[in-house]
């Protein structure tokens, strides 16, 4: 209802504006609000039985959904000339869409859309998925059995559908993107990183990995008495993973804080960042004050 009402919108607000209506119908109406549905964060083994329950020439697809958080247009529009497996790497650039019967490729849903993401897990599934199939670099990556363009209506009917109910999970083809933003929260990626990644216009929040942590580990601990004693230290921080994003942005130490590092400080650019961390003297800088 909510897409013919905004289509119905805007085709009226055009004709105001070329003096076809005085005034826009559809300006004093006001839609029923649609409930949010709440976003399904697989685990690991739902995320494995969700991908092995597919057919053999869909599997690289979902695989690619969850390691690299694309968007469905994104997939179904990817060429042979945006991968480059030697570096493991994709670059999105387009996305390809059914508009009536015809097909065609616009541009990314934003600007931002433009971007390079490392596929780490999936790029030796994607070679052996393309091995023995037509060489060519307009040649789409992941099609039909018949080499045509995937409908997501007939991928919803003839493969989501009997996968969902063979691995036994309820979700959306989209909650694999908020899957794969989970994952990245949960192996230490800073906000930043995830936002270009995914090319969303806000950064993920951190309750976004929750849903991935099991239950027995969410619970909260008990906090030590001081009667018995002072505090225990905190553990140290486990290390990083690597191939998860492309860039980790971590904030350097600041005085005061202990030399911990605070990975939810946002820079204007890398060049800041690099800058600061190169001479941290500059941080302590302040303007000199006017003498009275």
Same mark, same amino acid.
């Given at each position: 209802?909510h897409?013919?009402?905004r289509?119905?919108?805007?085709?009226?607000?055009?004709a105001?504006?070329?003096d076809?209506?005085l005034?826009?119908p559809?300006?004093?109406?006001?839609p029923p =609000?649609?409930?949010a549905?709440?976003? *399904? $964060?697989l685990?690991? /083994?739902?995320?494995? %039985?969700?991908a092995?329950?597919h057919?053999?020439?869909?599997?690289?697809?979902?695989y690619?959904?969850?390691?690299?958080?694309?968007?469905?247009?994104?997939?179904?529009g990817?060429r042979?000339?945006q991968?480059?497996l030697?570096?493991?790497?994709v670059?999105?650039?387009?996305?390809?869409?059914?508009?009536?019967?015809?097909?065609?490729r616009?541009?990314?849903k934003?600007?931002?859309?433009?971007?390079s993401?490392?596929?780490?897990s999936?790029a030796?599934?994607?070679?052996?998925?393309?091995?023995?199939?037509?060489?060519?670099?307009?040649?789409?990556?992941?099609t039909?059995?018949?080499?045509?363009?995937?409908?997501?209506?007939?991928?919803?009917?003839?493969?989501?559908?009997?996968?969902?109910?063979?691995?036994?999970v309820?979700?959306?083809?989209h909650?694999l =993107?908020?899957?794969s933003?989970?994952l *990245? $929260?949960?192996?230490g /990626?800073?906000?930043? %990183?995830?936002?270009?990644?995914?090319?969303?216009?806000?950064?993920?929040?951190?309750?976004?990995?929750t849903?991935?942590?099991?239950?027995?580990?969410?619970?909260?601990?008990?906090?030590?008495?001081?009667?018995?004693?002072?505090k225990?230290?905190?553990?140290?921080?486990?290390?990083e993973?690597?191939?998860?994003?492309?860039?980790?942005?971590?904030?350097?130490?600041v005085?005061?804080c202990?030399?911990?590092?605070?990975?939810?400080?946002?820079?204007r650019?890398?060049?800041?960042?690099?800058?600061?961390?190169?001479?941290?003297?500059?941080r302590l800088?302040?303007?000199?004050?006017?003498?009275?």
């Amino acid at each position: 209802m909510h897409r013919h009402y905004r289509t119905s919108r805007r085709v009226l607000q055009a004709a105001v504006e070329k003096d076809r209506l005085l005034v826009n119908p559809c300006a004093k109406v006001r839609p029923p =609000r649609v409930p949010a549905r709440p976003m *399904a $964060i697989l685990t690991w /083994a739902q995320r494995v %039985a969700l991908a092995e329950a597919h057919p053999e020439h869909l599997k690289p697809m979902i695989y690619l959904a969850l390691d690299s958080g694309m968007r469905w247009s994104e997939l179904v529009g990817l060429r042979r000339a945006q991968l480059d497996l030697a570096r493991r790497k994709v670059r999105v650039t387009e996305q390809l869409l059914r508009i009536g019967n015809e097909w065609v490729r616009p541009p990314t849903k934003t600007s931002a859309g433009v971007r390079s993401i490392t596929i780490p897990s999936t790029a030796e599934m994607l070679q052996r998925h393309l091995a023995g199939k037509p060489d060519g670099d307009d040649e789409p990556v992941f099609t039909t059995t018949a080499g045509t363009p995937l409908q997501h209506s007939s991928f919803q009917t003839h493969a989501w559908k009997e996968a969902l109910a063979a691995a036994g999970v309820k979700c959306r083809f989209h909650d694999l =993107r908020h899957t794969s933003v989970a994952l *990245a $929260i949960a192996s230490g /990626a800073h906000p930043k %990183a995830i936002q270009v990644r995914m090319a969303t216009a806000r950064s993920p929040s951190p309750s976004t990995a929750t849903a991935t942590t099991s239950p027995s580990s969410t619970k909260r601990s008990p906090s030590p008495s001081t009667k018995d004693g002072p505090k225990p230290p905190p553990p140290p921080a486990s290390p990083e993973p690597a191939g998860i994003v492309d860039e980790v942005w971590r904030c350097p130490p600041v005085s005061g804080c202990g030399g911990t590092p605070t990975p939810w400080v946002r820079f204007r650019s890398r060049l800041i960042h690099e800058r600061l961390r190169a001479r941290p003297h500059l941080r302590l800088r302040r303007p000199p004050t006017r003498s009275q």
